[in-house]
């Protein structure tokens, strides 16, 4: 035993003189060490992959995998040259190849990471959720650029680079940008807000402050576009919508819009009967929506004739031509019944 012990200290006090030797085993254990501890990480983040809940999939753990044991290799390289007696300027360029090519490595892993996991989020049909498929491209590139933008960063310092200069000018530069496309950051910001609270989505009817009102066909970060009753498909500045009172017809518990069509009859009319036939007629609309039925109001007495109104459901999309249906059909059974819509008259004396 006594001998053992003394031949395996001769030779470990060997290998501790011998620097190249050394330098051999540090990597021999390295290269080991990885492939183990690869293997061990690679079956706990297997069994998070194959949970459909999560976010983790195959591509992932195998850049994880991979960036994981090119890490230790480097680490293996970076101690098994440093036993090396070289030049000064050697070990300088070998440590700055090593931090880049492991700075580059977990940069892809992160990026690969990053866009599954939006990917991921952008699938979940959740109201409320920045992350969307139409989102999406926008936070990707926001990646893309946080992430090289940080690798350039950190490799030019791997290299011992002074960026004290290099930031300053950025600053100014990122000033001067800021100012020339305020109205492009007003519009991207209002977009960011507008698709995090989503007071509409794509296919609602909405209403802006009275004025602009359509369908909504897309939603993007700097404006919104919107179909009109009469066809016609208007872009808004997101900045604009952001600032506006927006009614959102469909947001309700029905899907539905109410029409409402006003109708006077004279004094001498049968109200019952002036009730049925337009009750008849909203039920009898082809464009109206039959799970609703028509309502009828006696409003009020006007000044020449006793006011009522005819309330009937319909898609957002239809409501001029549900109008237009409507009234064309009370005009035609009115006539049909003798039932006289008054109209004003100005009587002239002569004095």
Known sequence: MEQLISVLTKYFNFMINTPLLMSLVIF???VIAGKFIQTLISRVFTKLAKDRRSAWNS??????NQSIYLSILGAGFFFAFSQLTLPELAHFFINGIIKTVLIITWAKTSQLIIYETLKWFSKRKKRGIVIQPSTLPFFENIAFILIWGGTIYFT?????????????SAGIIGIALGFAAKDSLANFFAGI????DSPYKIGDFIILDGSERGKVTEIGIRSTRMLTPDDVEITIPNSII??????????GPYEKSRVKVQVGVSYSSDIDL???????????????DHVIEPKVRFMEFGDSSLNFELWVWAQPEDLLHVKDDLNSAIFKAFKQHNITIPFPQVVVHKA
């Open 28 to 30: 021999l254990f390295t």
């Open 59 to 64: 591509e992932m753990v195998r850049g994880i």
């Open 156 to 168: 030019l310092i791997s290299w011992d680079v002074d960026l004290t200069a290099w930031m300053a």
């Open 193 to 196: 807000f507008i698709i995090a």
């Open 242 to 251: 952001g600032n506006s009172k927006i009614i959102n017809i469909t947001g």
């Open 274 to 288: 002036v009730r049925e036939i337009l009750y008849k007629v909203g039920a009898d609309s082809p464009l109206a």
